[in-house]
């Protein structure tokens, strides 16, 4: 018999207890974390381990389910801020690069691990799955470390958040080709690659057309008469409401659709962002005029209005319009911080098998197999390494010209017998010119002229030379490279879920005693590793060049990422 209400039980002083502790622990380490390496996430994700299943078990399955789903929200909304601290204008001029880098991201990892074919005898459909679990980026490590170091907003974290999520988009198509192929390479067929990602890359460029073409005209036109609004439309509370819808929209319609939640989520970030920019550029600020004095200090004396006030609301801010940062900042920020991502960041450790990891064969593999997935990553940093193929070629055209250069020198050198008559010739004659005297009248003033010309001439031209030499050459810095490099090597919640998907459909192979199989535990030693290593890394080299940030301030000297840190 079904029950017609579910019956309230208060929980137990042990369950309170276990809960509790949970959560101030992981804000715990994560505040001690980021204040010594930036990588609190790195704590979050051990203290899952601890109290999930694959350790101590102090969670039921129920408990670990709820946090696993509530940390998934905290991830929506993690990847929403960062759609929503993207900048439009950075985003299209570094749209090519953004491309290059993921396009590197994907390709590296998936073509170096067919090298399992070797070192664990797998098939070419299982080094396709490892491929496509370790070619995925985990955006909330990305987003979450950028945002703790301050790099979220510059060209570098432009950069690497949009190469994180186009990783992660052909990710999430992976997951549902993986999905798809079953246990053996029988169900594969071209639609099962195609539809997904033709999916996503419809989804995407319809949101943009759609913005483009259809919402940004009518909004212009709201805008253009938003004075006729009712008042209660610029209150925050109706900002809320109005970015809510949005969110909520675009990841119900992607999800509905067949594409990525987490991607309709960055899209809605950048409309809200491109939405504000649309509204401050359609917004003339008013000239500030010259008031009375007696007008000012009678101003406040002025009888206060109930209704406006209350119209207004209690967090109406300084400006007429209500941006989506502040919407986030004043309404979501604080239990996104410190519940949703907490969560987000443990249910990751829930889902790794520590106890079945740790057997000498599958550790020494997977560490293998985790150093060159480490590599195939840090090759997107080559993107950002200043090579100059132009200055290059031009210095070994040079050389190879040296010879040649050379040769027509000598030549040019050694005169020709009509040559030397008609030097000696034009010498006579010169000789014969100075021979003759001239009558000069002496003009001390001339003299005098030219003397102090003489004089003033070295200091004139000592003064005019910085005008005129060529510029200094940029500062050439590894820092950015490196720090974009590094970002990219932390896998997370999507190569968990493909490796753990592969693993159930039985692409990884089938046991009889129930264990995890052998490439599997290889694939999560690698997944693992590279999570805890590029946080750490990145963590170190922020810290160092904060650090040269701080120091150049009296020195003089450059900033350590150049044109990136902008």
């Known amino acids: 018999m079904a029950e017609s209400a579910f019956a309230y039980h208060e929980p137990s002083i042990l369950t309170i207890l276990n809960q509790t502790g949970l959560l101030l622990v992981l804000n715990l380490v994560n505040t001690c974390l980021d204040k010594l390496l930036y990588c609190g996430l790195i704590g979050q994700l051990f203290i899952g381990i601890l109290w999930g299943t694959p350790g101590a078990k102090w969670l039921d399955r129920d408990m670990e389910t709820v946090i696993q789903q509530l940390g998934y929200l905290g991830l929506i909304m993690l990847v929403y801020e960062g759609g929503l601290s993207t900048s439009l204008s950075s985003l299209r ?4 690069l953004s491309l290059a880098v993921a396009c590197t991201g994907i390709v590296m990892p998936m073509a170096l691990s067919f090298i399992l074919m070797e070192l664990v005898s797998a098939t070419p459909l299982q080094a396709f799955a490892a491929g496509a679990a370790l070619s995925a980026t985990s955006l909330g490590t990305t987003f979450t470390i950028l945002s703790t170091t301050e790099l979220i907003t510059t060209r570098l974290g432009t950069v690497t958040t949009s190469a994180a999520m186009l990783d992660d988009v052909v990710g999430l198509v992976m997951v549902q080709i993986i999905s798809n192929l079953g246990g053996s390479g029988d169900s594969f067929s071209a639609v099962t690659v195609i539809r997904p990602l033709f999916v996503s890359l419809g989804f995407g460029i319809g ?4 913005c483009r073409f259809l919402a ?23 900002a809320f409401l109005g970015y809510t819808a949005l969110l909520v929209g675009m990841v119900a319609g992607a999800t509905y659709a067949g594409t990525s939640s987490l991607f309709a989520a960055y899209l809605a970030g950048v409309i809200a962002s491109w939405f504000d920019s649309l509204v401050h550029s359609t917004t003339i600020e008013p000239q500030p005029e010259i008031e009375d004095p007696s007008v000012r200090q009678a101003a406040p004396q002025s009888t206060p209005d109930p209704a406006r006030d209350s119209a207004r609301g209690s967090f109406q801010p300084v400006h007429e319009h209500v941006t989506g940062t ?5 309404y979501y920020h604080g239990p996104v911080t410190r519940i949703l991502i907490p969560m987000f960041f443990a249910s990751i450790g829930f889902a790794i098998p520590i106890t079945e990891m740790f057997e000498g064969s599958i550790v020494w593999r997977g560490f293998v197999y985790a150093i060159l997935m480490t590599f195939s990553k840090m090759c997107t940093g080559l993107w950002l390494v200043r090579f100059s193929p132009v200055s290059g070629m031009t210095s070994l055209v040079r050389i190879l010209k040296a010879p ?6 000598c030549i040019r050198r050694q005169p020709s017998k009509a040559q030397r008559e008609k030097s000696r010739t034009q010498g006579l004659t010169q000789d014969s010119n ?11 003033n001339k003299d005098s002229e030219t003397s102090e010309s003489k004089a003033t001439a070295p200091t004139i031209q000592s ?7 060529p510029l200094p050459p940029k500062p050439k810095s590894l820092y950015p490279a490196s720090i974009l490099s590094l970002a990219m090597v932390a896998r997370g919640e999507i190569g968990y879920l493909i490796a753990s998907l592969a693993e159930s459909n039985g692409i990884f192979g089938e046991t009889t005693d129930g264990s995890s199989s052998e490439t599997y535990l290889i694939v999560v030693w690698a997944i693992s590793l590279c999570t805890l290593v590029g946080p750490i890394c990145v963590g170190t080299l922020v810290k160092r060049v904060k650090a040269l940030q701080k120091g150049r301030d009296g020195a003089g000297r450059s900033d350590p990422l150049g044109v990136w840190g902008i």
């Open 326 to 330: 502040y919407v986030y900042e004043h």
């Open 207 to 210: 949101v943009v057309l759609a």
């Open 434 to 444: 100075q021979a003759q005297p001239v009558t000069t009248v002496p003009d001390s």
């Open 216 to 238: 940004r005209p009518v909004l212009l036109r709201i805008l253009g008469s938003k004075s006729k609004l009712p008042q209660f439309t610029r209150t925050p509370q109706f």
């Open 93 to 96: 001029a570094n749209m090519y």
């Open 463 to 469: 003064g005019s030379q910085p005008q005129t030499s």
């Open 404 to 409: 040649f250069a050379y040769a027509r020198t």
